[in-house]
């Protein structure tokens, strides 16, 4: 069973910058899909980003943080990170990983759907001056 440890959440002022870490354990990432949700309390998860597997290395965003965050993996450090650059207040909730042991993202369109079969316990992000 994929273990997930995410990382890196905190406050941050409007037009801050934040890079969340998803360590993973127990798995090969490289052949997995990797993505990044959000939770806000009373709403439902919001896909954010998602890579496919190495071999393809296909990205997706949310329309609402595109040209803002970035998600890359580190397959030596079984690592994926989402680096978050020009916050907004609506960018405030809980962030989680997670992956798709068939190491491709499900999407709609282009957005990546909050659909995956392991996740991490979440971070919170935070974005208020």
């Known amino acids: 069973q994929p273990q997930l440890m995410e990382s890196g959440g905190g406050l941050v002022q409007p037009g801050g910058s934040l890079r969340l870490s998803c360590v993973g354990s127990?798995?090969?990432?490289?052949?997995?899909?990797i993505g990044w949700v959000r939770q806000v309390p009373g709403n439902g998860r919001e896909g954010v980003a998602c890579?496919?597997?190495?071999?393809?290395?296909?990205?997706y965003y949310a329309d609402s943080v595109k040209g803002r965050f970035t998600i890359s993996r580190d397959n030596d450090k079984d690592t994926v990170y989402l680096q978050m650059n020009s916050l907004k207040p609506e960018d405030t909730g809980v962030y989680y990983c997670?992956?798709?042991?068939?190491?491709?993202?499900?999407?709609?369109?282009?957005?990546?759907?909050?659909?995956?079969?392991?996740w991490g316990q979440g971070t919170q992000v935070t974005v208020s001056s």
């Open positions: 890579m496919s597997k190495s071999a393809d290395g296909k990205t």
């Open positions: 127990g798995f090969d990432s490289s052949i997995y899909a």
């Open positions: 997670g992956t798709d042991y068939r190491g491709r993202c499900i999407v709609v369109g282009d957005t990546p759907a909050p659909r995956y079969d392991n």
